[in-house]
């Protein structure tokens, strides 16, 4: 059965400290895995796509990387204003799959 | 939201009554997608559009119809609100059918007393 699933379901960092997001899968057949960040109240906004283990995609303090496996998203020296949820999905070509997200709160 | 409004942002209604959500976008994107958000459980599927009059059922679609009718409208409508169906709703958009990911739309926080 394709699952999705992402640890921690919530965490809280300080200002500066360095942390990492996890997405892990069964699926058959990955097309594409996608990293969204969401604020309360507002829909998912698109990070990066990722298609093949290996690849790496980077914007400001935030990088993706894929394994066959598992995602990671890394965020270096976070600060306040990227507290939000942190949503991936996976494409398997006929549907696509939400993890429940990350809830990150950054502490000033 | 890169040309994707919902309306309405919000709504309140009774138990048994009609409901119709509207997704308007002005990409010009073949897909559309509805999708629900509830505590514990990630995005799921309600229906999608892949053109005009061209519709499918998702993983969630018991309760809801959907109709397009042109490529920039998109309405789900709850037949007869029951209060499981209380939740945030999602559109979202896409060129490829989702290969380079979806657009979302701000999304409906819809109440069924």
């Known amino acids: 059965e394709d699952q999705v699933t992402q640890s921690p379901e919530a965490l809280r960092l300080q200002e500066g400290e360095s942390s990492s997001l996890n997405c892990s899968y069964t699926?058959?057949?990955?097309?594409?895995l996608f990293w969204y960040r969401q604020d309360p109240g507002k829909g998912p906004e698109f990070l990066f796509t990722?298609?093949?283990a290996g690849e790496e995609k980077e914007k400001e303090r935030l990088k993706a990387t894929l394994t066959k496996k598992e995602s990671f998203l890394h965020i270096t020296a976070p600060k306040p204003e990227d507290s939000a949820t942190y949503l991936c999905?996976?494409?398997?070509?006929?549907?696509?799959?939400f993890g429940t997200g990350t809830s990150l709160t950054v502490i000033p | 939201d890169a040309g994707i409004t919902q309306s309405p942002r919000h709504k309140v209604t009774e138990t048994g009554t009609p409901v119709t959500l509207r997704c308007h976008q002005t990409?010009?994107?073949?897909?559309m997608y509805w999708y629900r958000q509830d505590p514990g459980h990630g995005l799921r599927l309600i229906h999608y559009?892949?053109?005009?009059?061209?519709?499918d059922k998702g993983e969630v679609s018991d309760g809801y119809s959907v109709s397009r009718s042109k490529t920039e409208d998109f309405l789900l409508t709850l037949e007869s609100a029951t209060s499981s169906q209380t939740s945030v709703y999602f559109c979202?958009?896409?060129?490829?059918?989702?290969?380079?990911?979806?657009?979302f739309g701000s999304g409906t926080r819809l109440t069924v007393v």
């Open positions: 990409e010009n994107h073949r897909y």
């Open positions: 990722l298609y093949s």
């Open positions: 999905a996976l494409n398997t070509g006929n549907q696509f799959y």
């Open positions: 559009s892949y053109g005009v009059k061209d519709t």
């Open positions: 979202a958009i896409s060129e490829s059918g989702g290969n380079y990911g979806y657009t």
């Open positions: 699926v058959s057949g990955l097309r594409g």
